[in-house]
């Protein structure tokens, strides 16, 4: 939090721009770069966009989203380093293993999988946006597609996701406080994941993508995402924020909500992640061992031709994103400002 409110001020230092036709001078103040600011993920979000052209393969992805009961919620929130890394292993061994059954896949696909931990008003609710190749590499080393319309069934993802992340959850030694205490009784805690294993879980998977380049830009937007973006943000007044939100449970209808500044800030740091803590990660095809070999192959047997690496300055990139008059001088509206010697 010290380091988003210390975000573009003097607390961090910075330098002057100076017109090159006026003269006119501004301060420009450094940013945080913390990966939970609004203001800091969009040139971290581009150098991973650029790496990740790479690794595209040129066949259909899946995006498949996994979920957890709202009763684990809280469990979630109490362990989350340990409970987000079950989080991802229940998920990538449940495509993993269902994509090597010869009933669905019989093949290895390449898995990207980001974690979001908020809904659209704040509130807690851990789940994992997964990119899945409609495809993947056989044991005798061929490629072989998937079915065009769907990746999995879902009710069998859901099902197997459930056995496997409740399996987990016994095996792990988890503490509670804050209200939960009673869950450190072993018997009240398997009474508990008894009840979950007798509920469906929601695993949701959407229409293939039409082609490798929206997936690139799909994996933008959900890759560097935080919580609540700025231009949500609708005002601050008497000490209170007000902010659009949109009600997916109420046909997707956009609303507006108000809360104390004090809950707008509980509510945000709920989804501060661990110190250190990945919160993107890859699987088969993608996972980091053997990576180059697995993909040249890949590439060779559906024709996917090299993406080359783009190689920008920062003032390329500002110019490609923000136009070419990003720096367009406030006074005089025809110079354009840069950093001023010293």
Not at 77 to 96: H, I, V
Not at 125 to 130: A, F
Not at 294 to 321: F, H, N, P, W, Y
Not at 333 to 342: E, N
Request: hydrophobic share 35%.
């Amino acid at each position: 939090m010290n380091a988003i409110i210390a975000c573009r001020t003097a607390a961090l230092g910075g330098h002057i721009d100076r017109c090159d036709e006026c003269g006119y001078e501004q301060h420009s103040y450094n940013s945080c770069r913390n990966r939970h600011c609004p203001k800091c993920q969009t040139f971290a979000k581009e150098d991973w966009i650029d790496r990740q052209r790479q690794n595209l393969i040129d066949r259909p992805y899946f995006h498949v989203v996994f979920t957890v009961p709202a009763e684990l919620r809280p469990v979630f929130l109490q362990n989350q380093r340990a409970m987000y890394g079950l989080l991802f292993k229940a998920a990538s061994e449940t495509m993993l293993e269902l994509c090597a059954d010869e009933k669905y896949l019989d093949a290895k696909p390449g898995i990207t999988t980001v974690l979001h931990t908020w809904g659209q008003n704040l509130s807690y609710h851990p789940h994992l946006h997964c990119i899945v190749t409609g495809g993947g590499l056989t044991e005798l080393g061929t490629w072989k597609d998937g079915r065009k319309k769907f990746f999995l069934p879902v009710k069998v993802l859901s099902r197997k996701f459930r056995g496997k992340l409740l399996y987990l959850l016994r095996q792990e030694k988890l503490q509670f406080g804050g209200g939960l205490e009673h869950l450190n009784d072993k018997v009240t805690f398997g009474a508990l994941l008894k009840d979950l294993y007798n509920t469906e879980w929601v695993v949701y998977c959407k229409r293939p993508f039409g082609n490798a380049q929206k997936v690139i830009d799909y994996l933008g937007r959900y890759t560097h995402r935080v919580a609540i973006s700025n231009n949500r943000l609708i005002g601050l007044n008497d000490g209170r924020v007000t902010f659009n939100w949109r009600d997916y449970s109420d046909g997707n209808k956009q609303k507006i909500m108000t809360l104390a500044a004090e809950e707008f800030i509980r509510r945000f740091l709920m989804h501060v992640l661990p110190p250190g803590f990945r919160k993107i990660r890859h699987y088969g095809l993608f996972a980091s061992r053997d990576k180059g070999k697995r993909l040249t192959l890949c590439r060779r047997l559906t024709g996917t031709r090299l993406t080359v690496l783009r190689r920008e300055s920062t003032l390329d990139r500002l110019i490609r994103l923000l136009g070419a008059d990003f720096n367009l001088c406030p006074h005089c509206h025809s110079g354009h400002l840069s950093r001023a010697s010293p």
